[in-house]
């Protein structure tokens, strides 16, 4: 039985770092996987998750992967779960470098008020609190919550860069001579990125597998489907070995990871198929009674996701719902919403 910040070896200078469940009723909070790899003089954090307890498993696994003499910190994105250890970066004793998404600094410096944007959504859909105490319920569980350090750069100061695998072509940027490549995916929020480190063959996909659909405001469902085809294909050619991710404490290998990956996608089709099926003909949707047949579809297809709740289930739902193109009639809490009506605009005013 695997717990918060047991250390899974994946080779001699590689470490995934098990994070854990959200539980929002019991006062705990989700903790994502990190990577701690070291190529050749360099360690390289992948996410620094959140908790004291799992700050002290990433100075471990360092220290298993030694030795290092300098440190490069890599931000996947900006949600609590990925980067409450950040300044871990300044306490390495060694020249430390750090990244994070330009996209996502706004919710690292007021996570309250992302969080509280993303509940607004599902305001009276679900039995929850309101948006501002349900936030702040969920921001308090992750402390410390570090997210900067003295060396804290963006990604977007480098120049982009044409990043090629295979036949699969990214942007984003290299480091450590091209061994340590971020690559922009952009889907589960507005600045993720994913990590391949080609050494040791591991493609980290961070939270882009957290489901087949989003749930977060910002989330992008096009950019979700289309990196994970992207990576489906990027191990078919043999560009990556192995896959981590930030959520499903396992590691996947090969032909696994082509099937996890085709999986994930024929979810998101049979999603939207259930979706268009609730919705049927009916001119008015009301998302409430949406999001609870939705959830026993999403159920029923083992399309829950990472951290599956009611919560997120909610999010995850009204994000369908404007995927199919409705949009709410008003700003009720579960004000009915609809298609709107296809009419050619008024011609402008004037001679």
Known sequence: MTALGDLIEIDDE?????GQELDVEHG???VANALVHRVGD?????????????????????????????????????HLDHVGNNDLADELGVPAEHYVPAPDLDQMRD??????????R?????????????????????????PFGATTRTYEERPLERIRIGSTRFTGWTFADGAVRVLRSQGHCAGHVIVHLSDCGILHLSDEGNGPCGAMV???????????????????EGGAALLTDGHTFAVRRGAEVVSYLDGLLEQATALQEAALTLTGESRQIRPGAF??????AAAGLGGGGANPNTMFTA????NQLRELGLRPESGGGDAPWSRPALRNPAPPDGP
């Not at 979700?224 to 990576?231: E, F, H, K, P, R």
């Open 14 to 18: 590689t470490v995934l770092v098990r």
């Open 28 to 30: 705990r909070p989700d």
């Open 42 to 78: 360099t360690l390289v954090l992948v996410d620094t998750g959140v908790t004291a307890a799992f700050r002290a498993a990433l100075r471990e696994a360092a220290d298993r992967v030694g030795p290092w003499s300098r440190a490069l910190v890599l931000t996947t994105h900006g």
């Open 111 to 120: 996570p309250a008020g992302y969080w509280v944007r993303s509940f607004e």
């Open 122 to 146: 599902i305001a009276g859909l679900a039995p929850l609190p309101a948006p501002p105490a349900l936030a702040g319920r969920v921001v308090s569980l992750f402390e410390p919550m570090r």
């Open 218 to 236: 910002d989330a992008d469902q096009l950019k979700i489907q289309t990196v994970l085809g992207a990576v489906a294909l990027l191990f078919e």
């Open 291 to 296: 999001a609870t047949r939705y959830a026993e």
């Open 315 to 318: 999010m995850t739902a009204v």
